[in-house]
């Protein structure tokens, strides 16, 4: 299987991009309706996500967006012939979201709390740090806080960003440093170097 989004720059990239996946008998080509300077900003190109389901030789799987019951009904009625659809950072925001597009019950808060422990614990047991285990753990709060009503993210989000930004001035890029990662994301197909990684890891590490 291969997943791709539609391009670096532009949707219109898409189409030469297809050709070459056509040229392939794969097992499942994942689509991502976005192109790679958008990261996750702006929303899902659904109408070049279109083009490319009908002009696909191979099995197609749409990635992007499914957060909800409603986002995965929303696709797949607008694309009833669609053979899959993955999800991503909304399992993070709701580790039920499976089970419940299956049918099955919403995340209870018992088993939210128990995901959340089971994950921290693992992070500490495995990741040496505890500044790396809070990094970790804020890429997760980040989704997790879409779970709660807005009334309570507002009560939540101060103590989350009193605890983050405690730690900012000493462990977040520099001015210098994130326009160099960002680079590093745009020259590698949005993925950082290696180098660039562990150059920043030994400068910070105490």
């Given amino acids: ?25 794969l097992e499942e080509l994942i689509i991502h309706p976005r192109v790679q300077k958008d990261f996750y900003k702006n929303t899902p190109n659904l109408s070049a996500f279109a083009e490319a389901f009908a002009q696909s ?8 967006d499914i957060f909800c019951v409603e986002d995965y009904r929303r696709i797949r009625e607008k694309f009833p012939e669609l053979g899959a659809v993955m999800t991503g950072r909304g399992v993070l925001a709701d580790p ?14 018992s088993e939210f709390r128990k995901f959340h422990d089971l994950v921290y614990h693992t992070y500490r047991e495995e990741v040496s740090g505890d500044r790396n285990v809070l990094f970790k753990m804020k890429e997760l709060w980040f989704y997790m806080i879409q779970m709660f009503p807005e009334k309570d993210r507002e009560y939540i989000r101060p103590y989350v960003e009193a605890t983050l930004n405690s730690l900012a001035d ?8 994130e326009k160099k990662f960002e680079d590093s ?3 590698n197909y949005g993925y950082p170097r290696y180098e660039d990684c562990e150059e920043y890891i030994k400068k910070h590490n105490e």
């Fill in 1 to 25: 299987s291969v997943k791709t989004r539609l391009g670096m720059e532009d949707a219109s990239e898409f189409s030469e991009l297809m050709k070459v996946y056509n040229k392939f008998p």
């Fill in 57 to 64: 030789r191979n099995p197609v799987c749409y990635n992007g």
């Fill in 96 to 109: 039920a979201l499976a089970r419940e597009l299956r049918g099955g019950e919403k995340l209870t808060k």
């Fill in 170 to 177: 000493r462990y977040t890029f520099t001015a210098e440093e």
């Fill in 185 to 187: 994301l745009r020259n």
